[in-house]
């Protein structure tokens, strides 16, 4: 810019330089009239020398014009980014005399131009939307990831080189990944919690397998817990073609509940077919001392002992059929009012013999009053019952137990009161649970696990009552049964629930 | 004298019935209702046969066993066990191990029991062989025959 505004300056000076010899000469010219001589001849030199230098400046100038305009249009091409911009400047050549040589470069400097321009426009465009589709990418990416992440199941993945290249958040924790978040790229001998799962992956990696293949596997945790886990591992492989193996993904599901479940299943029918058993010994047993038996009082004795033996077979599966409905969903309630009292004298009767054979003193402090319960007798009867007999199952002999009712606010109660083993806090919650038994105290008396759950699922599932223990260890425990009073006798309800 | 049997099982009705069947064969027979009870017996009465359940309150019949059998007094007393959960013991750990002399599972039946008993009994010397009751060999199926004396 700043050579430009010199060359303009230079060119005036010439221009007024031009001008002034020109003057110079028509002076020198106007002397040599008034003295014709060399002064004359100089005049008329000069002059001419002015109006062709004239002629020359004014030549130049327009050149200049020109070039001006060209550099100008060149300058508007250099910014053309458009094809529609460099067409809508189609005009260059109106403003170039038809035989400019600039004619034929500008043209192909427009077509290059444009041609440009409109590839620029595309790949812009190509740019615009690879940007968006990478955008997207990246966040179905961040997705994926989190939502893997999340699965709680742990999943782990190797490649082609045994190298881990994936492991979600679960499988760090659980293969103490926490110490590293950067799980890719490490190799697979390192995951030293468990060989097995190890050798697995190596394993189905090798053998390319088409199938997934699942195992079992025990795996202790961080904490040091031993957990079962379900392991399902797929051979990652191109979709096309080839039997090359591009890693192995394994998916782990934690069956310890399964298992857990599983074993306590095992105990329970272990357990239910020792308690069937006990009744069933004694049952042969004195058939066969009936059989040889002589005397009538004998067998009369012998087929007593004999029907309390089928008694006590008939109340275990009475429990463990109560606990099939319940697991089925259908349970059979037929209410009807009665007097608790009742009801308590006859569980009283049945526990009686058994008491009796452990020298346990089985006492019974029953409320004067009466006390309505629109109860299934059977159910209640048997939730007293399974009370009753654990109580004196875990009440060493000498002890005693306790049957009280009594009316308590709108409730009426009764409380099973033993001096027997006791039970620690912990346990005095998890006693209703099913299958559990105190480990301590298990061999102390045959049982299922059955009696305290079932019974706390007739008084407050089936009858909206409330069955709560307070306990010492080695003092005894007292179990309390509140059920709503009956407050009118109506006709007899049946539900099924 | 009769040879000396001690019964020791948490099951009430187990023991009467057993301790009925062996009594009326001429035993002299004594009962527990759990391990630790069964010791203190021991000591205190010396008994020739010992025949215990395994699942029992205090002390169970497996510990019941070994402390017998750590005792260099009680090296000769025989030892049945008479359990429900036969099929859940080792029986060669209990019969070579702990020399148990017979394993019997329930239901059981006291005709056979007698008979091991008597069986065994004899073969330690403890009871005379004349001493054999009429239904105690061999095994007799028909009751009319089996009349205890």
Redesign the interface.
Known sequence: MINSRYANMMQAHWAWTVVLVGLAGLWLAGVGVQQPSFAVRAGVLLSAIGVAGGLVVLERRAVRRRETEICRHLEALCELEYSSVAVENSDIHDTLPPDSPFHGPLARLRSILTSQASRLADSEQARASLEARCRRAVSDQQRLADIVARIPEPIVAVDQYDDLVLANRSAEELLAFEESRQTAGRALAKLDRCQRLIALLGDTRKRKLHAPRSEDLEIEDAKGRRRWFNVTLTSLRPEHGTNACEGVVAVMRDISRQRQMQKQHAEFV?SAS?EM??????????V??L??A?DEVTREEFLE?IN??TDRLQRLIDNLLNVARIEAGVVKVNKQPRALNDVLVEAMHVVQPLAE??QIALHSDLSPLYLGVLVDRDMILQAAINLLSNAVKYT??GGSVRLHSHLAGDDVQFDVEDTGVGLSPEDTVRIFSKFYRVEKDK????GTGLGLPLAKYIVEDMHGGRVSVASQLEKGSTFTVSLPQAVHVGRDHEVVR | MSARVLLCD?????L???R??LASAGLDVECA?DGQSGWEVIQRWRPDLLITDC????L?GLELIKRVRSCPEYANLTIFMLT??DL?LSHDELIHLWKVREVLG??????ELLSKVIQALQATGALEPSALPV?ALPLVAN?AV???P
Do not use: C, W
């Not at chain 1, 061999?443 to 045959?446: E, H, I, K, V, Y």
């Not at chain 2, 948490?10 to 187990?14: H, L, R």
């Not at chain 2, 329930?106 to 005709?111: D, L, N, Y």
């Open positions: 272990t020792h058993k006990a009744p069933l010994a004694g049952i042969k047993a004195y066969e001392l059989a040889d002589k002992v309390g033996q054979a452990k060493p002999p061999s102390m008396a045959p | 948490d099951d009430i009705v187990i009467k019935a057993a009925f069947k209702s699942q029992m309150p205090r169970n429900g959960k859940e329930k239901p059981f039946s006291p005709r239904d009751p089996s009349s205890i």
